[in-house]
């Protein structure tokens, strides 16, 4: 309850009516109408209440706070007419940053989907014949030559739907392939993903019961064998995406379940995760399957993210077999988790990059290929221009990440901008960096803020000198 004094606040608070009364405010009713500009001081009106409550705003401070709610209420009126979705610079340094959106899209896909979206298109209908058409033709012609030229000669036929996410395509799949069968998989990839994605949960939802097989940390292809019986449907792999299990471990290689797979005559699906389509090991990660080392290995159906290492829009693909893919497609389901215009128009473009190899096109692809002295030079530059008595920057040795459960552990070697403020914490600094416009986010560690350039577009290197500026002074 608040106090007595804090009821007499509350009281001197003037009412709804009597702030769309003051001149400034029901001038603003006439441009924007009243409806707007109402809900503006109700918010206006609460938050005073609230900052009275918790006694943020004494007696002394009240007439001033109450003279400027003119100007409060056209502040909040603009911010709820503008947008809350924003660009934000990225200086974390983690490059598939899940809060941050994942995944830049590449200008091509951008001018793509300007081009599609903003009139008619194809999407489902077929020019030459004049007729309806599929909308999955777009891209599944581009997998195809991807995967299929990767797999190599005589390599069997490749098709790929597209879904709403990886969270959806393995929905999909384990629905499709086992709905009222079992799902034979190893206790040591039952694994969760940030965001609630949990394999035992999703399996539920699919409609197909969990077997599980082996240990934590040990699972043989044995196991696998034993539990076979009338009612499973799928063996199925997961990636552990975002943890390792070290020390005394085995787990067969996907060519052994492959192979039991092939000859119990039960389909072996791979939740991938992170679905690469080009070879990370020329940026130094190994360990991280590409989409067709899967498929080479003998996988019937992979599951992938749009958004992670392809370094596209959020999107779920399912590669594989025609005849399993053709099932998925002809899920009811399917209808419900399809994606959009965009999404094809996008990935359209992400996929051409791919053909023509022209990597460094795409951001999330060319932020991992970044080299270290390349990001000391830009680091040194900006840390050269903010050098302040209040503000203080080192370029110092660090390591940036791919996130978004990609190669766990693999990191790649950048240089960071090292930031100190007299008078501001570490985490005041971080702050004030996220309140600048546009936001800056950095990393703050052991009492330090951190910039990493590696995921800074080097023409919003003026962007971070200019926010730094402003907060050294
Ligand atoms: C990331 C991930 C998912 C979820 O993918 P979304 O595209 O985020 O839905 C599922 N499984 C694995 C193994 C993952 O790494």
């Known amino acids: ?80 007419l503008g947008y809350s979705l924003r660009s934000v610079v990225n200086a974390t340094g983690v490059i598939l940053h899940t809060n941050l959106g994942r995944a830049p899209l590449p200008r091509e896909a951008l ?42 000669e005589g390599a069997p036929a490749v098709s790929t739907v597209v879904v709403n996410n990886n969270a959806a395509a393995v929905l999909l799949g384990l629905n499709t392939l086992a709905e009222g ?25 699919s409609g197909a019961t969990l077997r599980e097989v082996g240990t934590t940390n040990r699972t043989r292809i044995s196991d696998y064998e034993r539990a076979i019986c009338e009612k499973t449907r ?33 389909p072996l699906m791979e939740d991938l995760g992170s679905g690469a389509l080009f070879d990370l090991r020329s940026i130094g990660i190994s360990g991280e399957p590409g989409v067709s080392d899967s498929l080479r290995a003998g996988v019937d159906v992979v599951s992938y993210s749009g958004d992670k290492l392809l370094g596209g829009p959020q999107a779920g693909m399912l590669s594989g077999t025609p005849d399993l893919i053709r099932r998925i497609r002809n899920n009811p389901l399917f ?38 002295d390349e990001i000391g ?25 791919i996130g978004g459960g990609a190669a766990p552990s693999a990191v790649l070697s950048t240089r960071l901008i090292a930031l100190s403020h007299q008078v501001f914490s570490a985490d005041e600094l971080a702050l004030r960096l996220r309140q600048c416009d546009p936001p800056v986010v950095a990393r703050v560690e052991e009492g330090r803020v951190l910039l990493d350039l590696r995921t800074v577009f080097p023409e919003q290197d003026e962007l971070v000198i200019r926010a730094l500026i402003s907060l050294s002074s």
Do not use: W
């Open 1 to 80: 309850m608040p106090t007595r004094a804090a009821s007499d606040l509350f009281r001197s608070l003037p009412s709804v009516d009597a702030v769309l009364r003051m001149p400034p405010v029901a001038q603003l009713t006439q441009r924007q109408g009243a409806a707007l500009v109402a809900d503006a001081v109700r918010v206006v009106l609460e938050r005073l209440r609230k900052e009275i409550a918790s006694g943020q705003l004494t007696s002394d401070a009240l007439p001033l706070a109450v003279s400027g709610v003119a100007d409060a209420v056209e502040r909040q009126l603009s911010q709820a």
């Open 111 to 152: 001018d793509h989907i300007s081009t599609t979206a903003g009139t008619y298109c194809n999407l489902e209908f077929d020019v030459q014949a004049g007729e309806r058409g599929r909308r999955d033709v777009h891209v599944d012609r581009l997998f195809q030559h991807l995967l299929g030229s990767e797999i190599g």
């Open 181 to 205: 069968g079992e799902v034979i998989v190893s206790r040591g990839e039952l694994v969760e993903i940030g965001g609630s994605f949990r394999i035992p949960d999703v399996m539920v939802k």
């Open 234 to 266: 799928l063996l199925l792999r997961v990636h552990r995406s975002n943890f390792q299990i070290t020390g005394f471990t085995e787990q067969p290689e996907l060519s052994q379940l492959a192979e039991l797979a092939r000859r119990r005559n039960i």
């Open 335 to 372: 209808r419900a988790l399809r994606v959009d215009k965009l999404t094809y128009a996008a990935l359209e473009a992400i996929l051409l990059a791919y053909v023509k190899q022209d990597h460094d096109s795409i951001p999330a692809v060319r932020m991992m290929r970044v080299s270290k």
């Open 377 to 401: 030079r830009r680091a040194d530059a900006v840390a050269a221009r903010i050098a302040s008595k209040q503000l203080s920057a080192q370029v110092i040795d660090g390591n940036s990440l």
